[in-house]
């Protein structure tokens, strides 16, 4: 959609960040797919806008977006998911992975990698809970 991989690489990162620290909001884990794509082509449309308003202006410089304390509270909360459950998700989410692919790889069925998956992201709102998160957002 933005047409440049680093502005598209910038939003990704950003708006993931963001989702998974508001990933309570999400009543079934199921759709976290869907959700965090829409915070994502959201974004991007957020993106154009800024830039036929300001050229100038580059995609994630708005205030309120994900900044250094979310993606250490992130971290630590992915730093302290099973390895069982890290994996698949970083794999998933930050590789942009099929879980067809992701199980190949861990050498498990599709269903485990999925049901992993499931399990990772409940446990990862857990911790980000148990951190106090107090985002308004």
């Known amino acids: 959609m933005l047409k440049d991989r680093h502005d598209a690489e910038d939003v990704t990162q950003q708006k993931m960040l963001k989702g998974f620290m508001r990933i309570r909001e999400v009543r079934q884990s199921e759709r976290f797919g869907v959700w965090i794509g829409q915070i994502a082509r959201h974004a991007c449309i957020d993106a154009i806008r800024r830039r036929k308003r300001d050229p100038a202006v580059a ?11 979310d993606h250490r509270r992130l971290e630590a909360a992915l730093a302290g998911l099973e390895a069982d459950y890290r994996v698949p998700l970083l794999l998933y989410y930050f590789n942009g992975r099929s879980t067809k692919s ?17 399990r990772a992201r409940r446990r990862l709102r857990a911790l980000l809970e148990a951190q106090g998160d ?4």
């Open 134 to 137: 107090t985002t308004d957002e």
């Open 102 to 118: 992701i199980a190949a790889t861990l050498g498990l069925t599709q269903g485990t990698v999925q049901t992993r998956l499931s």
């Open 59 to 69: 995609a994630g410089d708005r205030p309120g977006d994900a900044g250094p304390r």
